[in-house]
């Protein structure tokens, strides 16, 4: 096999031909969502729409079969651990078994088994005190202490940023739109954490209030170094299955440039494998960034040849 190998297709793209139909355009490691819901979505073909890799962000332990029939390379964050009665355990669309109660800073390390035994490379926890009660600062520092996976947050409601980042958690499952972040917040997280995107579900298309605030918090966070992760929260209202244009169209407008936007699109997290895949776009790149990499289709290494 001469074709080229992954590590060869870089954040930067590489010229490639297509074997199948001679088409040149552009090699780039494989497009992924860092933010999906199997659970809501079932075994979707992802790999149609562009996407070569998802990352299930919360769900109960059967979604492992379901990642398994994925189409594309999946990985799993286990159960949504949160306080007693907390968010969302009270949702019809949360079934038995996908959030996990934890009650004191003594049941952490037992919760963060259950997920690893359960398949799980991350660990996601829920703080939302506009839906509930809310894990407590001790209890959520002694879960990230008993984590060997980094510890995704979903974060809504005053203060919570905070408490996230003063008990350690690294990668924020949502960039914050409940209020604007405060300057020096923001550089603390651009400096511990990574940001998942979901910018779109806070409009679909209509721009909202929590949108503006989203995009203007993303921009300052970005502004200040922070690595910023493409993710949809599929599953979660009207989105597209595959790439989504307004969200990459709302990266741009919080400030991404192509090489960021591609980063945000390509980086390693989840411990997603390859699969042997990339994103390959026909064509020469066009001023429209944005449209460009909404055409990005999902190929094996072995039906491309670099250009040297
Ligand atoms: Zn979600």
Do not use: C
Not at 58 to 76: F, I, R
Not at 82 to 100: E, K, L, M, N, V
Not at 251 to 260: D, T
């Amino acid at each position: 096999m001469g074709g080229m190998t992954d590590d060869r297709a870089d954040e930067l793209g590489r010229p490639a031909r297509r074997r199948s139909t001679g088409e040149v355009g552009t090699a780039f490691a494989p497009f992924r969502d860092a933010h999906v819901h199997l659970g809501l979505i079932g075994a979707v073909d992802l790999r149609a729409g562009g996407i070569a890799g998802a990352v299930d962000l919360g769900w109960s332990s059967d979604v492992v079969d379901l990642a398994d029939a994925a189409p594309v390379p999946a990985s799993y964050a286990g159960s949504f651990l949160t306080a007693p009665g907390g968010y969302p355990s009270d949702r019809a669309w949360a079934p038995a078994g996908s959030t996990h109660a934890v009650a004191g800073p003594e049941e952490a390390v037992d919760a963060v088994e259950r997920q690893l035994a359960n398949g799980a490379s991350l660990i996601k926890v829920v703080l939302n005190s506009e839906a509930g009660p809310v894990l407590d600062a001790v209890t959520l520092t002694a879960i990230v202490a008993a984590s060997p996976v980094p510890v995704v947050a979903h974060v809504q409601g005053p203060g919570l940023l905070e408490v996230a980042l003063e008990a350690g958690v690294q990668v924020l499952a949502h960039t914050p739109w409940t209020e604007p972040v405060p300057d020096d917040l923001v550089v603390r997280a651009a400096a511990s954490q990574r940001w998942i995107s979901t910018l779109d579900i806070h409009g679909y298309g209509t721009a909202t209030p929590e949108q503006d605030t989203a995009v203007d918090n993303l921009r300052r966070f970005h502004d200040a170094g922070g690595e910023v992760l493409y993710g949809t929260d599929l599953g979660n209202g009207d989105l597209p299955v595959g790439l989504n244009s307004r969200e990459l169209a709302l990266l741009h407008e919080a400030g991404l440039r192509p090489r960021a936007l591609i980063h945000a699109l390509t980086a390693s997290f989840a411990d997603l494998p390859t699969g042997g895949l990339l994103a390959f776009i026909a064509g020469l790149p066009t001023h429209d960034t944005v449209a460009w990499l909404t055409g990005a289709a999902v190929v094996h290494v072995d039906e491309l040849e670099l250009i040297r």
